[in-house]
């Protein structure tokens, strides 16, 4: 019993720090959301709903699961690995960059089939780049647990983000709150990078070869699982966007947002557990302060979904009066965040593990069931429901796969 006790006394500590950082950041990601939603039409919420989309989509190929592991060699003390983690970081984002600048004509007139979104894409090709870049440098502080500091650079970027975008927005449109975030994110690059460098002095950029490749080879596995996830999802939603228009598309960057916000907290008790476990050397530890995580996160992550079911449509009131009119979409965002709380907690295990492949296997069979699922629903009418009957189905597998791949791997 002590040792639970203990156990749950450590979970708290790292949630709150944790919290703290992406708690208040979320809540602001929601409001400028719902700025942009009043601000803009609901063609051109859309269309910033599909830039999202698409960031989204090069951010993978600019971390290449760079995040989990620097959380995961941070925290084993293994600060060796640093200069290899920002080096191998600021490669991809550079070339992530690069390719989405090149491509973003053949990009709007042939995937998106609208060509007045090339011009957006094209710049959107430094927001990529420097969301890969702040990502990578909050996995390092996170993995040296400086969430004080996090939650500081959030904050702040939290409060400004709401006046910047506002007064953009307010001025110039899509195109403003493309320029809104750029600014936003370049303050925010600097203001970590500083931390960095005083929380790890003496600061090298030095590395060796093998220390390099050693980051590689963790990050790949990793990299590859996202590979099956991403793509996905914003292969189904531009089947969104040509089946139902922009107006889906914001309905779904709506739900998005309110998967993210009902599900900050259980991800939170799950990415302070990474660091937590990744120092554990007992497979059995492990798997106790997993399930323990695992049942704070069903617990948790219902009861807000339950809280915001019962306001659902006052939560669409607040984007504008064209969204009343789709409550249901609750329905399933509730079992989504319920079961990707859950699903990340085992992410962060079989990260600790070691055992990143698993990862891999899981998230194809999250593909062969949401895949085809989402894409018949999509077409046969049921829109924004539809994808995520299909995404929650396919979460339902993989969950159903990690928790006794798990267990196994724990007996024998």
């Known amino acids: 019993m002590s ?145 004080r500091f996090l939650a500081k650079v959030n904050f702040f970027a939290g409060l400004l983000s709401i006046v910047v975008l506002y007064f953009m927005i307010s001025h110039l449109g899509v195109n403003g709150w493309l320029y809104g975030v750029i600014t936003l994110e370049v303050i925010k690059t600097f203001a970590l990078q500083f931390i960095i460098i005083n929380c790890f002095k003496p600061f090298s950029l030095k590395c060796s070869s093998l220390e390099l490749i050693h980051v590689i080879k963790l990050a790949l596995p990793i990299a590859l699982s996202g590979f099956l996830v991403l793509p996905v999802n914003w292969f189904l939603t531009r089947e969104l966007l040509l089946e139902g228009g922009y107006s889906d598309v914001a309905l779904l960057n709506i739900s998005n947002q309110w998967i993210a916000a009902l599900t900050f907290l259980p991800i939170a008790i799950g990415n302070a557990m990474l660091p937590i476990m990744s120092k554990m050397n007992s497979n059995s530890d492990r798997k106790n302060v997993s399930h323990l995580a695992l049942k704070m996160n069903f617990i948790v992550s219902l009861a807000l979904s339950l809280i915001a079911l019962l306001f659902a449509e006052y939560i669409l009131g607040f984007y504008g009066h064209n969204y009343t009119n789709s409550v249901d979409v609750f329905y399933y965002i509730l079992l989504l965040a319920v079961v990707l709380s859950m699903t990340n907690q085992l992410n962060n295990r079989v990260i600790a593990d070691g055992k990143p492949l698993l990862m891999v296997w899981s998230n194809f069979i999250w593909l062969i069931v949401s895949l085809p699922l989402g894409f018949y629903l999509i077409v046969t009418g049921l829109g924004v429901n539809g994808l995520l009957i299909g995404r929650f189905s396919g979460y339902v597998a993989k969950l159903t796969y990690l928790y006794f791949k798990t267990n196994k791997e724990v007996v024998e």
């Open 3 to 147: 040792s639970k006790i203990e156990s749950i006394k450590r979970i708290a500590r790292g949630t709150l720090g944790v919290s703290i950082y992406t708690g208040f950041y979320q809540l602001m990601l929601l409001l400028v959301s719902i700025i942009s939603a009043r601000l803009l039409n609901v063609n051109d919420f859309g269309v910033v709903s599909i830039l999202q989309s698409t960031v989204s989509l090069f951010i993978l190929f600019a971390t290449l699961g760079l995040g989990s592991v620097a959380v995961k060699l941070i925290a084993e003390k293994n600060r060796k690995y640093l200069s290899s983690i920002i080096w191998v970081n600021l490669v991809l984002c550079f070339c992530s960059a690069i390719t989405i600048y090149l491509f973003a004509e053949s990009i709007g007139t042939l995937i998106y089939q609208d060509e007045k979104l090339s011009p957006l894409l094209s710049r959107l090709a430094i927001f990529v780049f420097l969301c890969g870049v702040t990502q990578i440098q909050s996995s390092i502080l996170a993995g040296k647990e400086q969430y």
